[in-house]
Structure formats: C-alpha cells, structure tokens
C-alpha cells in the first residue's frame, strides 16, 4: 500500500461520516493514509437507547468497517455473528424490531456501563478503538445526544423507529435533532476540522447523517473555513442502502447529485459523483464547484482503496489550486 | 408423574433455597406437588452488578433448573449456550472474572432494563418464570437489595468477588447482608409462609443462602410459627457444591449435619441428612428434632423426584404428629 500513499503524506483529511457510505469511504481513506492524517467525525442523530442499552448505530458501523470486524452483507452489525442473546430475548417477551447480535451486544453493554460511569462517549470510542486496532482518530461528533425525530405523514418517530421498526415507509416531512441547539462538539472535533487540508463529506444521507453532524453549533463555520468536498451517496436518482432517495422525493426534490451539490451549497468547493450523473456535470459546475466524476460504487476493499485515491487526489488538486 | 403426587394434594410446601443444591430440590418438589402448591423463596444476598446489568445467579439457578434449561456441568447459566458476548467483552478489555453465556445474558438484559423502569425484582420474576413455563410461584426473598459482604482474613469482599473471582479463597470470618435491618420480604413471602403446612429449608449453604433469607426482618419469625424441616447440605463433613463446608472450618465449627441442625435449632421440627451421617442420628435427636436419614445426592432428575417424594412423605408424617 505504500505506493497508494506516494504523495499524500502531507494531505491531512477530516471525513464527516454516517453509516455504510460513510464506513466504505473512510476505510477506504484509512487504506490511504497515514493515522495520524485522518479523522473520521461520526453521526450520532441515530443513537438511542434499547432494553436500556445505548446503541449508536453509525459509530458501530464505522468503527467495525475500520477493524475489518463489519457485516457486508447487512451494512450492520458485526461479521461472523450469533444470535443466542437476541433470540432469548425474543423468547422472554423482550422487543424484536431491532437485532442485536451476540458480539455487537459486548460493544452495546461496555459502552452503556462506562456512560453511566459517567465516561464521555469520545472516551469510550477511542477506548474501543483502541482495542479494535483502529488507529485513526474515530470522534463521535458529539457526547450530548442528540436524537433525531423524523416528522412523517404519521407522526413524528424516532430516528430507529422511523428505520428499523417502520423500514423507512412513513412519509417524511422534515426532521429534528433534538437538543442539537445546547449540544457542543466533542473534544477534538474544531481542532480536527481546523488542521484538516480537505473536509470530505462521504457519501451518507445528507438530511440524517450529516446535517446532525453540521448543525451542532460551531461545526459548520469552522467547516465553511476550510476546502470542503462532497461525495454524492445518489447515483442515478438511487441510493445503494438506505432512504436517502426516498426521503428526497418525499420532501419534494427530485433525488440527484446535483440536489446533494445544492445541499451542501456554500460549504463546497468540490462535488464528486458517479459517472451514472454526468449529465448534472453543467448543473453543478453552474453551482461554482470543481467537480469529478468517477465510478463512486465501493463494491469491495479494492473498490474502496481506489476510489479514495481518487477522492485525494482531487482534494489535493483542488488545494493546489 | 399422578403416582407420586397420590396423598400430597393437601401438603402446602413453602421452600427457602440459594443455588444448586436448592434448586435441584426445588425441581423435585415441583415433579411431586401441583403447582399451586409449591412456592420457593430464594435467596438474592448474592445479587449484584456486574458491567451494569444486575445478575441474580440464585434466582436464575432456581429458574433454569426449574424450567429445565440449566447447564447441569457447571451449576450456573444455561445448558446449550454460547459465548460470543462474553469473549467480545473479554478482548475490549472487560471485567473476564464473571463468565456471561449470551442467553443467559438476555434474562440479565431484560431484568436490568425492568429494574431500571421501577418494575420490582419479584414482578419480574414473576413475568420470566411465565416466560420460562414455570407454573409455581419463585419469590425472590425481598425487592430490596441485601448485598453479602464476606468478612475475611484479607479484608472485606462482596460476595461474588469472594466466590467467582476469589475462588472463596479468603479465610472467612463472618458475614454481612447489607442494608438488611430495611429490606422488607417481597409480596407473597409472609403469605407464602403463613399458608406453608411444611416450610423446607433446601440443602442450601446456611451461612450465605439461607441466613440472608432468614435474616430479613419479619420472616424468620413467621417460619417458627410453622413445622420447619431442613436438609443438610454437608454429606460427611463435605458439600456437593459450594463453600460451606470450608466456611464451617474457619468459622471454627467442625462441618457436619449436626452442625447445620445446630445452626437451625429453635427454628426446626425436623431434619433430614444423608445416610453417610447416620453417626450424628443421636446427637440430632438429641436437639429435640425428628429425624429423617437417606440418599440426600440429587444426581439427576430420578433422584430429585424419589428425595423429594422422602422429603415431602417426611413432612406429612411431621404433621400429623
């Protein structure tokens, strides 16, 4: 790999992360990249609390894709899992709508047990970092929760209740991070995006994986002051998991990377999207960005590895400039 | 099954029990006695927190064995059990003292998330032993935690700390059940006691099952108003299972059936031993109590029912005195 990283050893990246998407980029990137020039901000809009343990849906995702630890196949949980807990607990009249594999539980019951201690969950992720043998920065993008609502056509839902247990199915009509306006970044967090060269937003739902991350006060202007890239997680009007696309047309866009691009407006210099897009080149180069396009689907570690050259060399070719 | 339980419809059983020894009684009294018949008061001085989740191995003993779900090797958890949780802990640099099987772990999971909503210990187990198919009444003793704190040589340790991660070790020198003086017993204990023809105190170790029980105030003295029967749980100077044998030596006092007899006297009408103390059936006697000597090792489910049958024919015998 040390060809791969000719060149970038002086690029230092801030990854603004949710979950699959995210995951596959930023491990990409860590293939790249030295640890010390890589920091991985992590939404926790998704976090919530089930049969009294604290799951955080994006960390575990992005954590287990760096440890090499995740499911590819489900886009959660932990590879090379078992069941007993989770069918016991179905047996014993405990809820069912959310899974929770035997090995995924260790992570939910440490980190539970060290919050009610009163450790900040940044501790307690780079804890488990640690023992993960992830070496990058992993920062939760905040220790105060800030539990997404999803406003639908029936009613408003938490976030998991609105994914999991409804699969996405209401309508939506706008979300809320609650308490997100006295939420502060973690420790880390300013500091990470300010020495960051390039702030890349992969490739995650805008609306519920990176909107909570760039509304906590103080992470959006300190993001504005830097080159800042996008990668578009629509392709061809679809997302490859989850309901980005959907919750589009349902709040009235026309789902796009060019609507992605008009998102993130006035945080961006650079757009990357899929070849399946080129037709809003114009449309978003009109937008005022440097844009590339390329192959954005992440298939396989290879995949992930190539496309996150691409995405550094562009962050570093629009630095150059 | 109807043979056995011919003549026994009208025996009202009130068990006092702590772990295994207990439990195997329990499960044979439940395979002689309708359900209706049959309650069992366990002893929660073992109880504690363990990586948040609040574990009863007493009460979850009593149960599995009661359900026939118990691991029969090792005398605690679950038979046909996996360990995916526990060794997931284990490597993130969790506590490895305290084995945890991922079934076991849901009941552990389910009860700490119950516990932490305000529902009591005894509802709970209320609503597992429904889940389990349990159709006799588990009482934990009280709904308020009495915690056993061993005193020994090497200062003072809470007990599971002696007893898994000491290995009882530690020279013991006496025992505490803290905030005792305030726990109150749970629903249904007085009645259960009160409506008892026979209250059997379980081969179980007296020092830290049975006291802990006895101990909370208002039930010892509504067992002396009944007939009272004990097993011993010391089988010529030795247990099956646990410490109380060697708790019996540092404490000063030879371990043997006689011993335990002493050690229930003023409580008693009679006491059952194993036929390899019939050295002691004088001196028992001698203590003012019936007695009732047999094969008291329950090596598997055969052998509970046929102890049981001698145990509850003892008791009827007693009675109609």
Same mark, same amino acid.
């Given at each position: 790999m040390s060809t791969e990283k000719k060149g970038t050893d002086l690029l230092r990246v801030t990854a603004l992360a949710g979950g699959v998407g995210g995951a596959k980029l930023a491990a990409g990137l860590a293939a790249c990249l030295p640890p010390s020039k890589l920091t991985v901000i992590v939404n926790i809009g998704d976090d919530f609390d089930h049969l009294g343990l604290r799951i955080c849906p994006d960390l575990d995702t992005v954590c287990y894709t760096l440890a090499g630890i995740a499911n590819p196949i489900t886009g959660w949980g932990r590879a090379e899992e078992s069941?007993?807990?989770? !069918? !016991?607990?179905?047996?014993?009249?405990?809820?069912a709508w959310f899974r929770l594999g035997d090995r995924d539980l260790a992570t939910h019951i440490i980190r539970t047990n060290r919050l009610r201690e009163g450790e900040p969950l940044s501790e307690i992720t780079a804890g488990l970092c640690e023992m993960w043998g992830i070496d990058l920065t992993v920062l939760p993008a905040s220790d105060d929760p800030i539990p997404t609502q999803v406003y639908t056509e029936d009613g408003i839902l938490p976030f998991q209740e609105y994914f999991v247990e409804n699969k996405c199915i209401p309508k939506v009509r706008k979300f809320r991070f609650l308490g997100i306006e006295h939420a502060h970044p973690t420790p880390g967090v300013i500091n990470a995006i300010r020495a960051a060269d390039i702030v890349v937003i992969c490739p995650s739902n805008p609306w519920v994986s990176i909107d909570p991350i760039l509304a906590i =006060?103080?992470?959006?202007?300190?993001?504005k002051q830097? !080159?800042?890239?996008?990668?578009?997680?629509?392709?061809?009007?679809?997302?490859?998991?989850? =309901?980005?696309?959907?919750?589009y047309c349902e709040l009235g866009i026309a789902p796009s990377a060019f609507a992605v691009a008009q998102h993130y407006i006035g945080l961006l210099s650079g757009f990357i999207f899929d070849i399946a897009d080129t037709v809003f080149e114009k449309d978003i180069k009109n937008l005022g960005l440097s844009t590339f396009i390329t192959n954005t689907v992440m298939l396989n570690e290879n995949e992930r590895q190539r496309f996150a050259q691409e995405v550094i060399e562009f962050s570093m070719d629009l630095i150059a400039k």
């Open positions: 069941w007993g807990a989770y !069918e !016991e607990i179905v047996n014993l009249g405990g809820s =006060p103080g992470i959006y202007d300190e993001v830097k !080159e800042v890239i996008a990668v578009s997680p629509i392709i061809a009007g679809e997302t490859i998991k989850g =309901p980005a696309a959907k919750m």
